[in-house]
């Protein structure tokens, strides 16, 4: 593989001042966020990019792309069913595809490392085509539960074998010709409708999924910008349709990848707590899907002003401008939990600094993320001297000066790093985090970025 092409950056991150980020990071009091924070990719995008414009016909160019973990196993997984990806010395990347049904086996097992959508999304493309592959993952992908997609795809005739529990290593040999999709999710799930829209592409007919509430559409929007035929329509009772027309031809289409929403969620909320904070956010990807916790903060009373929102490539950006503000707790509705999935552990962060309870329900799903993110969440702040209750499908925190000086670990989970770093920022005394090299599957220079507009990071000791 050359340098061209989806290597792993190192771990780590380093600061301006050449400093060494490494795996264990403290955090600790400043003087307030300020100046340009630049977020990088959404993730979201970013693996589909990869993944489409490897199943289309010509070269796809992306720029923007995260060049995170995660999307570059993605990356080089895609490579490896056969896809061309390169990229380019202006930083954007050339893809070129093989269409819907080109893809081969691959001659080693795929190891998405940390990812669950690559691996979920690229288990769906293999389920579509008359291939073979082995799919692996770090222990934190692998003990989390692959039989929601699985179990779909086997009814659109692939043959799974899988570790006991339907967990990782899943080996998957698609189908010959696979039947059309008609399938009701129990979960609202990007990765579990992804999967079986991209197995769906090689089917004769129209496939047809319903989830019990919309989650976030990228797959939808990017297949329509490729070409294919895809409806949606959220029904009376909240339940998202969507159908999708078989047997298509994607053609190669440029993207332009937006800023993540799910990325700025924690400058976003570092400033909003820090002191003295003022901080411009430019180009965040605005999809009503994604934006949740924005219009969860400013319901809490977060000085957050929307402005420039404009189309970019296909998709809705917007330039955010936060500043210090004055949270109060509010019960956020379960129907918005799939519009900010990934934004609870940072909003159990900002919940502990807000007067009152925050009161979160309806988010069962987190138990099954990277972490068990409800008890992963309580138990840390718990530790830091905060007050969480929680249950099997909620979380409610109690607002009140937080003590730090602990040491947390991130357990595999970048969100977890990142939300018990900022916590750092407004507890009493410092805390630490160990596992940092995780923060590299999404955001890659997070601890630079931050001390880049004024942050407190500093590399610790430790494991
Ligand atoms: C994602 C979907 C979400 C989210 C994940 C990214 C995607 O998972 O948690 O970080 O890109 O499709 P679920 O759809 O399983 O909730």
Redesign the pocket.
């Known amino acids: 593989m050359s340098d061209t092409t989806p290597s792993a950056p190192s771990a780590g991150t380093t600061s301006s001042a050449g400093q060494l980020f490494g795996e264990t990071i403290m955090s600790g009091q400043h003087g307030g966020l300020g100046g340009q924070f630049d977020v990088p990719g959404d ?3 970013s ?2 990019s990869f993944i489409l414009g490897g199943m289309a016909i010509g070269t796809t160019r992306v720029t923007g792309i995260l060049e995170g973990d995660d999307v570059l196993a993605t990356g080089r997984a895609m490579q490896a069913l056969g896809a061309d990806i390169e990229r380019l010395p202006d930083n954007s990347w050339q893809i070129t595809g093989v269409g819907t049904n080109g893809l081969v086996s691959p001659d080693a097992p795929l190891d998405l490392g940390n990812s ?2 690559g691996v ?2 690229l288990m769906g493309v293999v389920a579509g085509q008359p291939i073979t592959a082995t799919f692996c993952g770090d222990e934190s992908l692998s003990k989390r539960p692959m039989a ?1 997609v699985t179990d779909p795809l086997e009814q659109m005739g692939a043959k799974v074998t899988s570790r006991e529990g339907g967990r990782l290593p899943v080996t998957i040999t698609g189908a010959e010709t696979p039947l059309a999709a008609d399938h009701t999710s129990k ?8 999967a079986v829209l991209l197995a769906a592409l090689n089917a004769r007919g129209t496939s047809i999924i319903r989830e019990p509430h919309a ?2 559409d ?2 939808e929007s990017m297949l329509r910008h490729f070409g294919a035929s895809v409806r949606q329509a959220v029904q009376e009772d909240d339940t998202h349709h969507i159908e999708l027309d078989g047997e298509v031809v994607l053609k190669a289409a440029d993207i332009i990848v937006p800023r993540d929403p ?1 990325s700025a969620a924690f400058p976003m909320v570092a400033a909003l707590l820090t002191e003295g904070s003022d901080l411009h956010i430019p180009g965040i990807g605005m999809n009503p899907l994604r934006t949740g916790l924005i219009t969860t903060l400013i319901e809490m009373g977060g000085d957050i002003t929307i402005s420039n929102e404009r189309i970019e490539g296909g998709e809705a950006v917007a330039d955010l401008h936060v500043r210090h503000s004055q949270l109060t707790g509010i019960d956020v509705p379960p129907e918005r939990a ?1 519009s900010m ?2 934004e609870y552990p940072i909003l159990a962060i900002a919940a502990t600094q807000a007067h009152g309870e925050t009161r979160m329900t309806g988010v069962a ?1 987190l138990r ?2 990277e972490t068990d993110r409800i008890a992963v969440v309580a138990d840390g702040i718990a530790a830091c001297g905060g007050t969480v209750r929680y249950d099997e499908d909620s979380m409610t925190v109690t607002g009140a000066p937080v003590a730090g000086g602990v040491t947390i670990a991130s357990q595999h989970d970048h969100r977890i790093a990142m939300s018990f770093l900022t916590l750092g920022m407004v507890s009493q005394n410092p805390i630490t985090v160990t596992g940092c090299g995780t923060i590299n599957t ?1 955001f890659p220079r997070f601890a630079e970025l931050m001390n880049g507009c004024g942050a407190n990071l500093t590399a610790g000791t430790g494991a």
């Open positions: 993730k979201s995008i693996h589909r669950g959508t979920r999304l929601r979960v609202a799930s990007a990765q579990i409708k992804s989650s976030r990228h797959t799910s799939a999935i990934d799903e099954v993320k999404s």
